[in-house]
């Protein structure tokens, strides 16, 4: 069991289970507030259904990718790093920007469904709703598992913290839905959320690894240090460290110029970025979203 991609994985499904659990409760809870329990069927086909497609486009991914050969092989799991690194850079700032009025619109989109008498668009609320974390948490999974394939026990460790963050996330989601208030929401998505820039930051500069060794970048390729006896990378020795910095911030004991550069230029500017304040809306913008009084 390799202790930094478990961590990796465990983190990301920590947060994007998060996620996808809060949207699910807020339906939820707002149903059971407003007599409409009976639909909680409903609501479960949808999620499990998205779970399910999920679960089969990582799948399908990740199955392309043993078929492939040098350098496809290479320029396909850059590929799916960069995405990766591009969607959870996308997700988090869509969720900084919305997240205070998610609730709102969720229960909005309720409303519209029983008010319509169309019960099965709840089905369809819910699967449209974690459909999105579904899948960005496939492609992420799929760049840091294909960043922990050269790695011994790295995919598995990956997807098994995974797993024991989407079981956590659950579990939050259900105390959210009884009333619980065990952590501050708020707190809990800046840090995670700064914890997936550094992921993302190593998966970019993996990514870029992958297309130098095959040739398709070939500038800045020269090795900028190498600290190899001091703190290898790889699993030799007993070395713990190193794997986990490997595994969370994408180090390398030896790393390209190219790697090291945009390495630091991705997370100074994306974390300089996400960790502003977000300014408050506009007048215009908070009477669009106020609900009308009754």
């Given at each position: 069991?390799?202790?930094?991609?478990?961590?990796?994985?465990?983190?990301?499904?920590?947060?994007?289970?998060?996620?996808?659990?809060?949207?699910?409760?807020?339906?939820?809870?707002?149903?059971?507030?407003?007599g409409?329990?009976?639909?909680?069927?409903r609501i479960w086909i949808g999620t499990l259904a998205a779970l399910a497609l999920s679960l089969a486009v990582g799948l399908a991914l990740f199955l392309t990718i043993g078929k492939l050969t040098t350098p496809a092989e290479q320029i396909f799991e850059a590929s799916a790093m960069l995405l990766a690194a591009a969607v959870v850079t996308w997700m988090l700032f869509w969720m900084r920007r919305t997240s205070a009025n998610i609730r709102g619109e969720l229960q909005s989109g309720i409303d519209r469904a029983l008010t319509d008498g169309g019960v099965w668009g709840l089905s369809a609320l819910a699967f449209?709703?974690?459909?999105?974390?579904?899948?960005?948490?496939?492609?992420?999974?799929?760049?840091?598992?294909?960043?922990?394939?050269?790695?011994?026990?790295?995919?598995?460790?990956?997807?098994?913290?995974?797993?024991?963050?989407?079981?956590?996330?659950?579990?939050?989601?259900?105390?959210?839905?009884?009333g619980a208030r065990v952590i501050n929401l708020?707190?809990?998505?800046?840090?995670?959320?700064?914890?997936?820039?550094?992921?993302?930051?190593?998966l970019v500069a993996n990514a870029l690894h992958e297309l130098i060794e095959v040739n398709v970048i070939q500038f800045g390729t020269a090795i900028a240090f190498d600290?190899?006896?001091?703190?290898?990378?790889?699993?030799?020795?007993g070395n713990v460290l190193g794997q986990?910095?490997?595994?969370?911030?994408?180090?390398?004991?030896s790393p390209e110029w190219t790697m090291v550069i945009v390495w630091v230029g991705y997370l100074v500017s994306v974390l300089w970025l996400y960790t502003r304040p977000v300014p408050?809306?506009?007048?215009?913008?908070?009477?669009?979203?106020?609900?009308a009084s009754t």
């Open positions: 069991m390799d202790i930094g991609f478990l961590t990796t994985g465990l983190l990301t499904g920590l947060r994007e289970g998060v996620e996808a659990a809060l949207i699910v409760s807020i339906i939820l809870a707002y149903l059971a507030r407003t409409n329990a009976r639909h909680f069927g449209t709703a974690v459909i999105r974390e579904g899948v960005e948490t496939a492609l992420f999974l799929l760049g840091q598992v294909t960043a922990a394939s050269k790695a011994d026990a790295g995919a598995l460790s990956t997807m098994g913290g995974a797993v024991i963050g989407l079981s956590a996330a659950g579990l939050i989601g259900y105390g959210f839905y009884r708020r707190t809990f998505f800046i840090w995670t959320g700064i914890g997936l820039v550094f992921i993302a930051a190593g600290i190899s006896g001091i703190l290898p990378h790889e699993p030799v020795g986990l910095l490997h595994a969370i911030l994408g180090y390398s004991a408050p809306a506009s007048p215009a913008h908070a009477a669009e979203q106020r609900p």
